[in-house]
């Protein structure tokens, strides 16, 4: 496109293949399943990547690590862009640019099934060991909005739910979209508790992360976006990885 | 490039405590553990001797961050610790992982004191049954204390990849230096930093454990190696 | 030299390590105040026949010690014996992190045979004896090769042992301590002491001995008076032997 | 409890692969390293010898996983790797973190190297010199053959432990065992059962291992420790 | 004798580790086929010395061994003058992971001085000589002490040196081993080849050496033909050491 100043695009043409940068294990957003005795990297961000790359002409390449590095790689050149369920906090925003919204965000507290009544209020929470998994929005929101809990801090999520489900923990600040598939896959297992926890206007909006410098490549994601918006695919694209995580979630 | 240690080098003191105090327990509890199974994979009873191998087998063959994670989840449904918050993190983690760190210890402090123990020559074990000593009073009296002499040098090493393997114990929620170096380039955006803090600070540690360590030996040392 | 009563009676006595069986049905007894002497070719066994005698090793056969029999006897009742034998190592094998006092006192303490007072002053005595009295607070390291050997003699008599077994004590040292080592075993050979020998040292062992006996290849392949050994036998391999080391 | 197995093997097959691959690019790397940084350690220039001294300390006194981070970092500014995949990673990932990891291993081989290197007499050396052989020769046909085998079993240890270390390449997004067990714990909503299944992998790996290294010493040795 | 030209010169030798002062001013010659016995106490020097000879240690004052001032001399030419200088050492030292024969034919093949037909086949020889050409294939482990160390002499002939150092050549080995070794020496010694000989062996000394040099504390203290070191001397410290080891 002739407004842009710089050749983001034409790089990644010239390459063939974008590379989105993700941490794969934040299901629904993102996880691996093997179809075929293929590995395969799958969820929604996948379904909108892959979205990106079809309009852009390119192949997908899927770079899988850590989520507090994902931002590193993206500095340096390791990824093109990120989808991982980044939350556009002021502070991202700083280092990265982001594109438009493509999922709100509503964080709750999971909890296990027996406490699906116990806390009800912050105040209940009072001395429990909340979990959040390192630099997310989550962990911000647990430590600012809990107060009197102990906040705990992992870099891998299963590792907090897997706790939960010990007793280990009684809660894990988890956004929406996870605590529901977690409800789905072991009903017996988890409650999302009464509590409220407010989503700050700056942290409920999830967005795809480039290069200050791309602005050509975020123009055309966002081209992209509105238009998987619009023609409603945004939704079902999300029911579809729902359903990938139920069938291979077992 | 380390301006932002201005802010947040409470972060990194608290850390060093916890990496501290973690490791102290896990250095204690490895001792204890090897000096066990040491016994255990010497004895004459069978059961003893296939039990403590087993145990440095898994141990030395796996991981120790899958290790610590495994215990981890075991201890935490078998003992019960009260949920008191300590140096940022809470107690009923940093005991059982303490302990995890002390259990995968053992397995190397257990071989390193049978090699302690074979290197003093069967001579002096057998100077002290020839003089009528049992032979609990001939290994305790007669070959440890200058096993554990010998030994010094690799209990050192051990103790100083303790200190650094203790780093694991943040998958399990524990704040110890590498947590928190890592929550701090993750606000930072930038972990090249942060973790040179941390490597620094894991240096200095190893560094005056070792330190320590060849103040002791030389200490136990003085007493009767003097060159004639 | 009176008839005293036998103290020590080996009786087929076997020994084998896996395959390699090294003591082929070893028979001899020893009297009180007897001194043997057991020669012969590196390998032969003599060391692991000593071992054997202090139960350092399991056997099959009899040693029988003043009328007990070491292969049936417990636990404690070895202990017991084993305090009644003292034992001289090649390698001395004093305890390191012991001064000299302590190697000798220890035992004796720990195994509540004297009281700490008593056994200091009967470890200057014996030091003393060997010509060591000024070494008492020294660490074993920093003697040397004669001087730790004597010292090691002195610890097996703290005990007041009834026999005392010596294993090569004089071939680890240099040639100039050799000498001071004899002369405490001639000592206490003089004052009456029953004792097992092994030694390359044939001019001591002609002086010395009631009996030799030269052990070849596990078994007993000569033995006799030190007269009937060093120049009377016909046996062609103790001839052979005697030639090569005299 | 593993029956997502059925499904989830070929991850973690791929996962093993990954991990030897990258266990034996570091290996090697950490023997080369071993070998140059001993010799500069011997080395009668003071210069090389404190850089050996430097390297040596720095890396045993600092966590294998943000050496290994900084590392990838800077190496990846320096060194350009394709960006071909290979095993479910990028090449330029699983090359600068094999080498992150032959630099960890290079310090520890060099120690060992070091420790085999005393442990023959220095009668050998004297009685190469002796013969008129110069001090390379020396040092290459009759010490280090001897030497190498006497460190065999230290040298065993040191692979296994780099091999169970080699999971902190997970940090830098190489899918090795413990990252793909990790992931697809995240799919399963639960890790212990993955978990269990890479500490197994882990185990039968350095299982297999030892074993070699066992054959090895033992050929090494036949020849010439007889007992006679 | 025959008045042969010095093959070695001595010079004001001095050799301290650190502040313990081993030799002192240690001056001697050796003239061609001139057997040289040092004999004295445990850590008189006597090792270092010949270490000092073939230049494995570094010291000061001067050795000349034909004409060539080893201290003086580059990597290289030492490395040519070591060869003619053969070593035998107290442990043996030969390499555990050759055969005898390639601990024999290492150096000539890899000094290339022969060709690998040469030396094996001059090795042979050699073995031949030291009675163990069966031996050839044989791993040293495998081999008895005085075996091995045969086998170190034949290793030091293969270079043909033009003198053999010997340290303490037969301590080290079983009393039945000492005579074949000895006997090695002494043939050697009766073909003319120039030898510096440490050795407590006192007979083998009076029989081979031209001179007998007593070593004690890092000095000469005194030195002569064996009649003068073993009977007439005045030194009250060669008479205690020679009561001591004879
Ligand atoms: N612990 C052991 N295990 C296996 N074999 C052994 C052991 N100790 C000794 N032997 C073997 O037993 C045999 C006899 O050894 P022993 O030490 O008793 O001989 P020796 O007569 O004392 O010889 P030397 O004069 O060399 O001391 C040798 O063949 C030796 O290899
Ligand atoms: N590498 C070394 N470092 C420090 N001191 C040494 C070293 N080698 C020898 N010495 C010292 O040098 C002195 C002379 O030793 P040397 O071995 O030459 O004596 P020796 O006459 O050969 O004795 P021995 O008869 O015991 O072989 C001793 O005091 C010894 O401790
Ligand atoms: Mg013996
Ligand atoms: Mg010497």
């Given at each position: 496109?002739?407004?842009?100043?710089?050749?983001?695009?034409?790089?990644?043409?010239?390459?063939?293949?974008?590379?989105?940068?993700?941490?794969?294990?934040?299901?629904?957003?993102?996880f691996?399943?093997?179809?075929?005795?293929?590995?395969?990297?799958?969820?929604?961000?996948m379904?909108i990547?892959?979205?990106?790359a079809?309009?852009?002409?390119?192949?997908?390449?899927?770079?899988?690590?850590?989520?507090p590095?994902?931002?590193?790689?993206?500095?340096?050149?390791?990824?093109?862009?990120?989808?991982?369920?980044m939350?556009?906090?002021?502070?991202?925003?700083?280092?990265?640019?982001?594109?438009?919204?493509y999922?709100t965000?509503?964080?709750?507290?999971?909890?296990?099934?027996?406490?699906?009544?116990?806390?009800?209020?912050?105040?209940?929470?009072?001395?429990?060991?909340?979990?959040?998994?390192?630099?997310?929005?989550q962990?911000?929101?647990?430590?600012?909005?809990?107060?009197?809990?102990?906040?705990v801090?992992?870099?891998v999520?299963t590792?907090?739910?897997?706790?939960?489900s010990?007793?280990?923990?009684?809660?894990v600040?988890?956004?929406?979209?996870?605590?529901?598939?977690?409800?789905?896959?072991?009903?017996?297992?988890?409650?999302?508790?009464?509590?409220?926890?407010?989503?700050?206007?700056?942290?409920?909006?999830?967005?795809?992360?480039?290069?200050?410098?791309?602005?050509?490549?975020?123009?055309?994601?966002?081209?992209?976006?509105?238009?998987?918006?619009?023609?409603?695919?945004?939704?079902?694209?999300?029911?579809?990885?729902?359903v990938?995580?139920?069938?291979?979630?077992? | 490039?380390?301006?932002?240690?201005?802010?947040?080098?409470?972060?990194?003191l608290?850390?060093?405590?916890?990496?501290?105090?973690?490791?102290?327990?896990?250095?204690l509890?490895?001792?204890?553990?090897?000096?066990?199974?040491?016994m255990?994979?010497?004895?004459?009873?069978?059961?003893?001797?296939?039990?403590?191998?087993?145990?440095?087998?898994?141990?030395?063959?796996?991981?120790?961050?899958?290790?610590?994670?495994?215990?981890?989840?075991?201890?935490?449904?078998?003992?019960?610790?009260?949920?008191v918050?300590?140096?940022?993190?809470?107690?009923d983690?940093?005991?059982p992982?303490?302990?995890?760190?002390?259990?995968?210890?053992?397995?190397?402090?257990?071989?390193?004191?049978?090699?302690?123990?074979?290197?003093?020559?069967?001579?002096?074990?057998?100077?002290?049954?020839?003089?009528g000593?049992s032979e609990?009073?001939?290994?305790?009296?007669?070959?440890?204390?200058?096993?554990?002499?010998?030994?010094?040098?690799?209990?050192?090493?051990?103790?100083?990849?303790?200190?650094?393997?203790?780093?694991?114990?943040?998958?399990?929620?524990?704040?110890?230096?590498?947590?928190?170096?890592?929550?701090?380039?993750?606000?930072?955006?930038?972990?090249?930093?942060?973790?040179?803090?941390?490597?620094?600070?894991?240096?200095?540690?190893?560094?005056?454990?070792?330190?320590?360590?060849?103040?002791?030996?030389?200490?136990?040392?003085?007493?009767?190696?003097?060159?004639? | 030299?009176?008839?005293?009563?036998?103290?020590?009676?080996?009786?087929?006595?076997?020994?084998?390590?896996?395959?390699?069986?090294?003591?082929?049905?070893?028979s001899?007894?020893?009297?009180?105040?007897?001194?043997v002497?057991?020669?012969?070719?590196?390998?032969?066994?003599?060391?692991?026949?000593?071992?054997?005698?202090?139960?350092?090793?399991?056997?099959s056969?009899?040693?029988?010690?003043?009328?007990?029999?070491?292969?049936?006897?417990?636990?404690?009742?070895?202990?017991?014996?084993?305090?009644?034998?003292?034992?001289?190592?090649q390698?001395?094998?004093?305890?390191?992190h012991k001064?000299?006092?302590?190697?000798?006192?220890?035992?004796?303490i720990k195994?509540?045979?004297?009281?700490?007072?008593?056994?200091q002053?009967?470890?200057?005595?014996?030091?003393?004896?060997?010509?060591?009295?000024?070494?008492?607070?020294?660490?074993?390291?920093?003697?040397?090769?004669?001087q730790?050997?004597?010292?090691?003699?002195?610890?097996?008599?703290a005990?007041?042992?009834?026999?005392?077994?010596?294993d090569?004590?004089?071939?680890?040292?240099?040639?100039?301590?050799?000498?001071?080592?004899?002369?405490v075993?001639?000592?206490l050979?003089?004052?009456?002491?029953?004792?097992?020998?092994?030694?390359?040292?044939?001019?001591?062992?002609?002086?010395?001995?009631?009996?030799?006996?030269?052990?070849?290849?596990?078994?007993?392949?000569?033995?006799?008076?030190?007269?009937?050994?060093?120049?009377?036998?016909?046996?062609?391999?103790?001839?052979?032997?005697?030639?090569?080391?005299?």
């Open positions: 496109s002739s407004s842009s100043k710089d050749n983001s695009v034409k790089k990644i043409q010239d390459k063939k293949t974008i590379t989105v940068g993700t941490s794969a294990d934040y299901a629904p957003f993102e691996p399943i093997v179809k075929n005795g293929q590995k395969k990297i799958v969820g929604y961000d379904l990547a892959e979205k990106i079809d309009n852009l002409g390119v192949k997908l390449k899927i770079e899988n690590t850590e989520f590095s994902l931002i590193s790689e993206l500095k340096n050149n390791k990824i093109d862009m990120i989808l991982a369920g939350v556009s906090t002021k502070q991202r925003r700083k280092v990265v640019a982001f594109s438009r919204s999922y965000v509503k964080n709750v507290l999971l909890v296990q099934k027996k406490d699906a009544n116990t806390y009800n209020t912050i105040a209940s929470l009072k001395g429990k060991q909340i979990g959040a998994q390192q630099t997310t929005t962990e911000s929101i647990a430590k600012q909005q809990i107060k009197g809990a102990n906040v801090t992992e870099s999520l590792s907090l739910t897997t706790e939960l010990q007793g280990k923990l009684a809660g600040v988890v956004e929406n979209e996870i605590a529901d598939n977690y409800l789905r896959q072991f009903p017996n297992k988890y409650a999302v508790a009464k509590v409220k926890l407010t989503t700050p206007k700056d942290q409920r909006s999830v967005n795809i992360a480039v290069r200050k410098s791309d602005k050509a490549l975020l123009k055309r994601i966002n081209k992209v976006l509105i238009k998987l918006q619009n023609n409603g695919k945004m939704a079902k694209m999300l029911k579809q990885a729902q990938l995580q139920d069938k291979y979630g077992k | 490039m380390f301006g932002f240690m201005k802010q947040y080098y409470p972060v990194f608290e850390g060093t405590a916890q990496t501290i105090i973690i490791s102290i327990i896990g250095i509890i490895g001792i204890l553990l090897g000096l066990l199974f040491v255990m994979r010497l004895s004459k009873l069978k059961v003893f001797e296939y039990l403590a191998r087993v145990y440095i087998a898994i141990v030395r063959g796996t991981p120790s961050m899958i290790q610590v994670m495994l215990i981890y989840y075991t201890l935490s449904k078998v003992i019960s610790v009260p949920q918050q300590f140096l940022g993190s809470g107690l983690r940093v005991i992982g303490s302990i995890a760190l002390g259990i995968n210890s053992g397995a190397y402090t257990a071989e390193i004191f049978r090699s302690g123990i074979i290197s003093i020559s069967r001579g002096q074990t057998e100077a002290g049954l020839s003089l000593l609990k009073t001939t290994m305790f009296s007669i070959v440890l204390p200058q096993a554990v002499r010998n030994i010094l040098p690799a209990l050192g090493n051990e103790f100083i990849s303790l200190i650094k393997e203790s780093s694991v114990l943040f998958y399990i929620g524990v704040q110890e230096v590498t947590a928190q170096a890592l929550g701090v380039g993750g606000t930072l955006y930038n972990f090249v930093p942060p973790l040179i803090v941390a490597a620094s600070i894991y240096f200095v540690l190893t560094f005056l454990l070792s330190q320590l360590m060849q103040f002791i030996e030389k200490k136990m040392g003085r007493k009767y190696i003097q060159s004639n | 030299m009176t008839v005293e009563p036998n103290i020590i009676e080996v009786k087929n006595l076997k020994k084998a390590y896996g395959e390699n069986v090294v003591l082929k049905d070893i001899f007894t020893v009297k009180k105040s007897e001194k002497v057991l020669i012969g070719p590196s390998g032969g066994g003599k060391s692991t026949l000593l071992r054997c005698l202090n139960r350092l090793e399991d056997f056969g009899q040693v029988i010690f003043e009328n007990q029999d070491l292969s049936a006897a417990s636990k404690e009742k070895l202990r017991a014996l084993r305090q009644k034998m003292g034992m001289v190592f390698q001395f094998n004093l305890f390191p001064t000299v006092l302590e190697n000798i006192t220890f035992a004796p195994l509540k045979i004297s009281s700490l007072q008593a056994a002053k009967k470890a200057l005595d014996l030091l003393e004896q060997v010509g060591l009295k000024n070494k008492a607070n020294a660490y074993p390291q920093s003697l040397s090769g004669g730790q050997q004597r010292v090691a003699i002195a610890r097996a008599l005990m007041d042992p009834e026999v005392m077994l010596f090569e004590p004089t071939s680890a040292l240099d040639p100039e301590m050799v000498g001071d080592v004899l002369q075993m001639e000592k050979a003089t004052e009456g002491m029953t004792m097992i020998i092994v030694t390359h040292e044939m001019g001591f062992a002609q002086e010395v001995a009631d009996k030799v006996i030269f052990m070849d290849q596990g078994q007993i392949a000569d033995s006799g008076s030190p007269a009937y050994i060093f120049k009377e036998t016909a046996n062609p391999r103790t001839k052979e032997f005697i030639s090569k080391v005299m």
